[in-house]
């Protein structure tokens, strides 16, 4: 009797642990088939399209990382990445076709003017609209699902003037690529608010081609002595050259915008002894920052960047806000990112009421084609 009671509690035993580890296969199949999904919508074929590349790269890179770490709530991330084309309507239609997709955050987009259009559609939704790349300020101060890491043209405006007058500057002009309207005009509006000196601007589409000559003639006409280049990498880098064909000699500034591998690649030399105002320093000196270029390096065979950095940035900090809000929807995210300080890759973080940042703004310049670090402004 000793012994069927021993055998049968053996046999119920085995029975006992065959059930639990089917539930556990189970429990793993099922986690494998119900990842979270976030939408990455960027521009990857439009103009600028290159830098495109180093955010998705950044992006993809940290849906690695977090994954190692168990992911959100013990759900993988499954990062869906759309190409707007650099264009309002692409960018509409690719986000409706990840809201459709039940993603709960959509991380785009990678200019102003696209985050523009895609941002009535996305915030309407529960949907957190989410970048590290859109500058605007007709966005800036409102209680809505729009958050961002990067600061915006106001804040930029706000420090070139401080810039242009430290160093005595009295005429500027500005050239001004109208592929990314929203964030231009709103650069050149802030920086005129606070620079009252002389101020001329040359507006021009890359979409259209462009007549060098002529912007050349109309930007030197009034002999500024500062040019700042509200452009992108390649375009600040083909206007470089004709400053330099052209003999220019005083002061040149561009922006983040232009802070990409591309602009060396485009300048041809010309970009030594530029500057640059950007919330993004060159290199960082942490254990964190140092893995990520190797990381960067080891994955995508490409040295890290400021439009790599931001997004890796920007999706590690989401993935620590989702892993402690209510639920996974917009409005719940949302609040987790108000609620806290975030120690990120690129310093610390903090959101304000409205989902705006505000971060240390840095002169970088060109030397020996690096950017480097010349202090915070």
């Given at each position: 009797m000793k012994t069927t009671n021993s055998f049968f509690h053996k046999r119920t035993a085995i029975r006992l642990l065959l059930s639990l580890f089917s539930c556990l296969i189970l429990c793993s199949?099922?986690?494998?088939?119900?990842?979270?999904?976030?939408?990455?919508?960027?521009?990857?074929?439009?103009?600028?399209?290159?830098?495109?590349?180093?955010?998705r790269n950044g992006a993809l890179l940290a849906v690695q990382d977090i994954n190692k770490a168990g992911g959100i709530k013990g759900h993988p991330i499954e990062l869906l990445v759309r190409d707007d084309g650099g264009t309002g309507a692409g960018a509409v239609e690719e986000d409706r076709k990840l809201i459709a997709a039940g993603v709960p955050v959509i991380i785009g987009h990678s200019i102003s003017s696209t985050t523009m259009a895609a941002y009535p559609v996305v915030t309407s939704q529960d949907i957190l609209l989410f970048t590290a790349y859109s500058a605007t300020t007709k966005l800036t101060g409102k209680q809505d699902l729009f958050f961002r890491t990067c600061v915006d043209c106001e804040l930029y405006g706000k420090k070139t003037a401080k810039l242009l007058n430290k160093r005595g500057i009295r005429s500027v002009a500005f050239l001004m690529d109208m592929t990314n309207p929203d964030f231009v005009n709103d650069y050149y509006r802030a920086t005129v608010k606070y620079f009252r000196?002389?101020?001329?601007?040359?507006?021009?589409?890359?979409?259209?081609?462009?007549?060098?000559?002529?912007?050349?003639?109309?930007?030197?006409?009034?002999?500024?002595?500062?040019?700042?280049?509200?452009?992108?990498?390649?375009?600040?880098?083909?206007?470089?050259?004709?400053?330099?064909?052209?003999?220019?000699?005083?002061?040149?500034?561009a922006t983040l915008w232009a802070q990409t591998p591309e602009l060396f690649r485009y300048a041809a030399g010309a970009a030594e002894g530029l500057s640059v105002i950007s919330f993004i320093r060159p290199t960082i000196d942490s254990p964190q920052f140092r893995m990520f270029q190797y990381e960067m390096q080891q994955e995508f065979h490409e040295a890290a960047n400021a439009r790599s950095a931001r997004s890796y940035e920007l999706m590690m900090i989401l993935a620590q806000a989702m892993n402690h809000s209510q639920s996974l929807t917009g409005t719940d995210i949302a609040a987790e990112l108000q609620s806290k300080t975030f120690q990120s890759l690129l310093g610390k973080v903090t959101f304000d009421r409205f989902g705006d940042v505000v971060r240390p703004v840095y002169e970088l310049t060109v030397k020996e084609g690096r950017f480097r670090i010349i202090g915070e402004i």
């Open positions: 199949c099922e986690n494998k088939q119900a990842p979270v999904i976030i939408g990455l919508c960027i521009n990857l074929s439009g103009p600028g399209g290159v830098a495109g590349e180093h955010i000196h002389a101020v001329s601007a040359v507006k021009f589409s890359q979409d259209n081609g462009g007549d060098w000559d002529t912007i050349m003639s109309k930007l030197l006409k009034k002999r500024p002595e500062a040019i700042i280049l509200l452009t992108e990498a390649t375009m600040t880098g083909v206007a470089l050259q004709k400053l330099r064909a052209r003999g220019y000699s005083g002061f040149r500034l």
